[in-house]
């Protein structure tokens, strides 16, 4: 005579009700391992955020520094504008000369610092500033050939 388990049975169905037993120690291992896993991947991604938090702060602070750098160029530029505007609308020289030489510190040019040009009219004075550029680049443009002529 065989003698055999008796086995539960669901009628509808008709499979067995129990489940073998699984292997539970490995699947501990593995959660173990993916929870060290998942942490340390949250903490990179932390670490990395707040690297970036703490670089974006940094840029605002420069940002700021720069805003307040260029306002105050600005108001220098419109305290230089507006004396400037002072000493063009008074028509005393003399005024501007001390000025120059007592707070700028200006001094006289020698006479090797000055080109004496002497100009009769208006028009002949635009003429002479355009031949004094046409010159210059004529000159270059001179040697510019001369160089060129060599290289052949």
Same mark, same amino acid.
């Given at each position: 005579?065989?003698?055999?388990?008796?086995?539960?049975?669901?009628?509808?169905?008709?499979?067995?009700?129990?489940?073998?037993?699984?292997?539970?120690?490995?699947?501990?291992?593995?959660?173990?391992?993916?929870?060290?896993?998942?942490?340390?991947? @949250?903490?990179?991604?932390?670490? /990395?955020?707040?690297?970036?938090?703490? #670089?974006?702060? +940094?840029?605002?602070?420069? $940002?700021? !520094?720069?805003?307040?750098?260029?306002?105050?160029?600005?108001?220098?530029?419109?305290?230089?504008?507006?004396?400037?505007?002072?000493?063009?609308?008074?028509?005393?020289?003399?005024?501007?000369?001390?000025?120059?030489?007592?707070?700028?510190?200006?001094?006289?040019? @020698?006479?090797?610092?000055?080109? /004496?040009?002497?100009?009769?009219?208006? #028009?002949?004075? +635009?003429?002479?500033?355009? $031949?004094? !550029?046409?010159?210059?680049?004529?000159?270059?443009?001179?040697?510019?050939?001369?160089?060129?002529?060599?290289?052949?």
């Amino acid at each position: 005579m065989l003698v055999a388990q008796q086995r539960q049975y669901d009628y509808i169905i008709e499979e067995p009700i129990y489940k073998p037993k699984k292997q539970i120690k490995k699947k501990t291992r593995i959660k173990k391992y993916k929870k060290v896993k998942y942490i340390t991947f @949250t903490l990179i991604g932390f670490i /990395i955020a707040i690297t970036i938090l703490v #670089q974006y702060a +940094e840029l605002n602070i420069v $940002n700021q !520094e720069i805003n307040l750098l260029e306002k105050e160029l600005q108001e220098l530029h419109m305290l230089n504008d507006s004396v400037e505007g002072e000493l063009l609308a008074s028509e005393d020289l003399k005024i501007i000369e001390k000025i120059a030489r007592e707070e700028l510190g200006m001094i006289e040019p @020698t006479s090797e610092q000055m080109t /004496i040009i002497e100009i009769q009219n208006s #028009q002949d004075m +635009e003429f002479a500033s355009a $031949n004094i !550029e046409n010159t210059s680049s004529s000159n270059f443009l001179e040697s510019l050939s001369k160089v060129l002529d060599f290289i052949d």
